[in-house]
């Protein structure tokens, strides 16, 4: 069973740091593009990043590039994300996924809430 | 920027049959553009629905159908249930690698 369990979430002031972890099991994590989506309280799901099955390339959205870095370590069979310089904007639910061809998701993680607040 | 363009809300009778439609800003979506489809209820996590146009994730039931109609990626629902009644999110690849979410169509059945 295709497992996805995200943590690192919390409070953080704007301008603090958190780091976004996301295990996987059931699959070979290797072998599959990982994706990072957002949902702010009471909006629509926003795509914020993703990252090749080697990590040699990642995609950003705009309003992130520059502030978030997603990395993965294939020997623990985890995501990350590195998100730099937060604001209030960031505030959201953050979703762990893994992205088969041709989609940004298939199999999705139940989230962790991030919030920018002083 | 490109936007992508969902209905915000539409009605259902249950037995139904419903047409959702994801536009871009940009032009004309099509095949390459990988359309697909979520389904999400509220404090859930969203489930996928159709992915690459119009592959069935496993298990999601054949009353749920992803096309291309005219310009528009489109979520046909047929015989709507009562469980049908959800957020449905369209997304599609842009060619510089990124992805694009429409706002949502919110499903009353």
């Known amino acids: 069973e295709v497992q996805l369990v995200e943590s690192g979430g919390g409070l953080v002031q704007p301008g603090g740091s958190l780091r976004l972890s996301c295990v996987a099991s059931?699959?070979?994590?290797?072998?599959?593009?990982m994706t990072w989506v957002r949902q702010a309280p009471g909006k629509g799901l926003e795509w914020v990043a993703n990252?090749?099955?080697?990590?040699?390339?990642?995609y950003y959205v705009d309003s992130v590039k520059g502030r978030f870095t997603v990395s993965r370590d294939n020997a623990k069979n985890s995501l990350y994300l590195q998100m730099n310089s937060l604001r209030a904007e960031d505030t959201a639910v953050y979703y762990c996924a893994r992205a088969p061809a041709g989609a940004p998701a298939d199999y999705w993680g139940q989230g962790t809430p991030v919030t920018v607040s002083s | 920027q490109t936007v992508v363009t969902q209905e915000p809300s539409f009605s259902v009778s249950p037995g139904g049959t419903v047409t959702l439609t994801c536009a871009l800003s940009?032009?004309?979506?099509?095949?390459?553009?990988?359309p697909s489809w979520y389904q999400q209820t509220p404090g859930q996590p969203p489930r996928t629905l159709i992915y690459?146009?119009?592959t069935r994730s496993s298990g999601v039931p054949d009353r749920f159908s992803g096309s291309i109609l005219g310009n528009k990626a489109a979520l046909t629902i047929t015989g709507a249930q009562a469980d049908d009644e959800s957020d449905y999110y369209c997304?599609?690849?842009?060619?510089?690698?990124?992805?694009?979410f429409g706002g949502g169509t919110k499903v009353t059945v």
């Open positions: 059931g699959f070979t994590f290797s072998y599959h593009w």
């Open positions: 990252i090749k099955e080697d990590g040699s390339q990642q």
């Open positions: 997304v599609v690849n842009m060619p510089n690698g990124i992805w694009v």
């Open positions: 690459n146009t119009n």
């Open positions: 940009s032009g004309s979506v099509s095949t390459k553009y990988y």
